[in-house]
């Protein structure tokens, strides 16, 4: 049984032999589009005119059905090669009175004359094709003579009849009596009597209505906007072709493979149950109502045909409104089910500690052989922007997730994250690879181009008020290509490995903090050890460095290769020897060259620091001389040792002409003597090296 309280009625109307469809209009829209001379040339321009008139072909006013009122004059609709512009008047079939006549008229543009003349028109119906119109006799009303008229007859007033009225046009039956009320339709109050009254059934023009219960046994068509008031019941087929409002309860059990647990007996999961059951074999949709009480049913069992909608917002295990449907294993057979899960829920009352809920869970079981199968996904969130699009969106994303806190200043919560994946061993199986996640490269099988392609992009956090990263990573990172900094639209680019914030003016920042993972007696901020492969015939390169300068107007100050700058001594630490720049000893074979200047494969100048090291030069050290009035000074040459060798340039021409009796005459560690003529402010280049 189909039963609904609802707003306005509107199938009371079958109870009196009439249908919804069957409503009568209360205008007509009138049509023509072949108004000719007898010769078929179509009137070139013209007017087509109604006029509302008595049987006596005198204008009148009436009222039209469903309020208003017409004037006493016609109305006229253009004609163009012989088509009229169609146009509405009163339906006389819903005038009052009713019955009207209309005095149709065609005028000529061109000669403003009046070419047709119709009166006594009468029709009804909601449309009105002039060219179908078919006049009766247009002479004079016969006058009545005996018991019987030839032709048209005309009454002023009321015809009394006492026996019964027949004609081709009038329906066999009684004459029936009684009073009613405007706009309610009527109903026999004495059928025996022929005495008619009114019903609960009102019909204003606009809106059908019944303050009474409707009940149909057959058919139910809606071809309308519909509101219902009272109770509908309907035990034969039902059918909705417009809106049906319902503003009270609804009770259903069975709508076009549509089943309502809460109309079938039982209790809870026996409602549910029952409900299944009656969808046989074929595709159904089961809707679980709020009022049903606890318990899950048998669809996670053996039904695949069937789909749940649970209402209930506390069950079956206090986890809200769920979507349940099942899909049959075509491998073993079994029914798997798949859920949709919205979960509005306090967890403090429903929720044990330390478990978890979800508002959307999609669970994909897999059994069975897997060759050959490709990809399985348990859930894909595809975005396709079709061919026919244009412009673009701020972003298009496939699938976007976010974890918001609405809470007050006193709730503060430990962890919120936007979106956690993991992958995972739980039995007896074994994995090659587990990611948790993994990003796909962009792809483009197209034929346009893609600018910028990015496999992740993490913005730049700024909103924390301790620590703003992009990428936290616990473990080790590990890459196969290449580490690019990244300018975005903040302006900030680079990488930096450690604790500190991004340098605007560095790419890549090493600076790991106190708390780090570096351990040992030698710890080293970046160590670059490749291993080049057989390849590398022509030279294997540690580090390669050098700074380039852009395409633009400018000079730069000082341009430097490799800077090794004075270390930041920690307070209430020390340093017992900083060497700005220690070098190994020589590996045991080949050509060993602690230093190479300017050189191509063979280099031009090789720089050793030891002896032992060999080479074609060693460290040059420069110093400076300004003679005193002595025969000898000493000169500081930081790094200079006894057994090193030094040579004197001069600078000036008093140091020129005394060049030949100017030299080294003793060295120590870190300075040696030069003699000299006892002459003052002779200027001197010295350049020495320590081996």
Same mark, same amino acid.
């Given at each position: ?65 469903? #309020? ?136 204003? #023009? ?59 007996? #039982? ?120 061919? #026919? ?66 496999? @992740? ?214 300075? @040696? ?19």
């Amino acid at each position: 049984m189909f039963k609904r309280i609802l707003t306005f009625a509107f199938f009371a109307a079958f109870a009196v032999g009439f249908s919804i469809d069957a409503h009568a209009q209360n205008l007509t829209t009138v049509s023509a589009s072949n108004l000719t001379d007898i010769n078929g040339t179509k009137l070139a321009a013209g007017q087509l005119c109604f006029l509302i008139t008595d049987q006596q072909d005198n204008p009148i006013s009436v009222s039209i059905g469903g #309020g208003g009122q017409s004037l006493r004059r016609g109305y006229c609709s253009p004609v163009a090669s012989g088509v009229v512009t169609s146009f509405t008047v009163p339906n006389p079939a819903n005038t009052l009175p009713a019955g009207i006549y209309y005095r149709i008229t065609v005028k000529d543009s061109s000669t403003g004359q009046e070419v047709l003349r119709y009166p006594q028109v009468s029709f009804t119906g909601t449309t009105f094709n002039f060219d179908n119109y078919a006049p009766l006799n247009l002479g004079n009303f016969a006058s009545l003579t005996g018991n019987a008229v030839t032709g048209n007859l005309a009454v002023t007033g009321n015809v009394a009849a006492t026996g019964t009225v027949t004609g081709s046009n009038i329906a066999s039956g009684q004459i029936v009596t009684g009073t009613g009320t405007t706009n309610t339709v009527p109903k026999y109050t004495n059928g025996a009597s022929a005495v008619i009254g009114n019903s609960s059934i009102t019909d204003n #023009g606009t809106t059908i209505s019944t303050s009474e219960p409707v009940s149909l046994g057959s058919t139910l068509g809606v071809t309308g906007a519909t509101t219902l008031s009272s109770t509908l019941g309907v035990t034969g087929a039902a059918t909705l072709n417009s809106t049906l409002g319902v503003t009270g309860i609804e009770t259903d059990t069975n709508v076009n493979g549509i089943r309502f647990a809460n109309g079938f007996s #039982g209790t809870g999961a026996t409602q549910i149950n029952n409900a299944e059951n009656d969808c046989g074999t074929t595709n159904c949709l089961v809707i679980v109502p709020a009022t049903v009480a606890t318990g899950n049913g048998q669809s996670l069992l053996s039904k695949d045909n069937v789909m749940v909608l649970d209402l209930r917002p506390g069950s079956p295990s206090a986890q809200g409104t769920q979507w349940r449907m099942n899909v049959k294993d075509t491998d073993d057979g079994a029914v798997r089910a798949k859920m949709l899960l919205i979960d509005p829920l306090q967890p403090s009352t429903v929720m044990q500690s330390g478990s978890s809920s979800v508002s959307f869970e999609s669970i994909s079981f897999v059994e069975g052989s897997m060759t050959g199968r490709n990809v399985l996904e348990a859930i894909n969130g595809t975005e396709i922007v079709d061919t #026919g699009t244009t412009g673009s969106p701020s972003n298009i994303i496939g699938g976007e997730f976010d974890g918001s806190v609405q809470g007050t200043a006193a709730n503060t919560v430990s962890d919120v994250r936007g979106s956690t994946h993991g992958c995972g061993l739980s039995g007896a199986g074994s994995i090659t690879t587990c990611t948790s996640l993994y990003a796909q490269r962009p792809n483009n099988t197209g034929s346009g181009t893609i600018t910028n392609a990015y496999a @992740i992009h993490a913005e730049n956090p700024t909103a924390g008020t301790s620590s703003n990263l992009s990428i936290l990573a616990d473990g080790n990172i590990s890459t196969n290509a290449l580490i690019v900094p990244y300018s975005g639209a903040n302006g900030i680019s680079g990488i930096v490995v450690g604790t500190n914030a991004i340098q605007p003016s560095v790419a890549l920042f090493v600076r790991p903090g106190i708390f780090s993972f570096m351990t040992g007696g030698t710890q080293a901020g970046v160590q670059i050890a490749p291993i080049t492969n057989s390849d590398s015939t022509t030279a294997g390169i540690g580090l390669r460095s050098r700074a380039d300068t852009t395409a633009a107007a400018y000079t730069q100050a000082l341009n430097v290769g490799l800077e090794v700058d004075t270390p930041s001594v920690g307070a209430g630490s020390s340093i017992k020897e900083w060497d700005g720049l220690s070098i190994s000893a020589a590996p045991a074979a080949g050509t060993k060259c602690s230093i190479k200047m300017a050189g191509a494969t063979s280099g031009t100048t090789c720089i050793n620091t030891s002896a032992v090291a060999g080479g074609t030069a060693s460290v040059i050290i420069s110093a400076a001389l300004v003679t005193t009035t002595a025969a000898s000074d000493n000169v500081t040459v930081t790094g200079m040792t006894s057994t090193g060798h030094c040579s004197v340039t001069p600078t000036n021409a008093a140091a020129a002409t005394n060049i030949a009796t100017t030299f080294v005459s003793a060295k120590a560690s870190n300075q @040696i003597t030069v003699s000299h003529t006892a002459t003052a402010n002779m200027n001197y280049d010295i350049m020495c090296s320590p081996i």
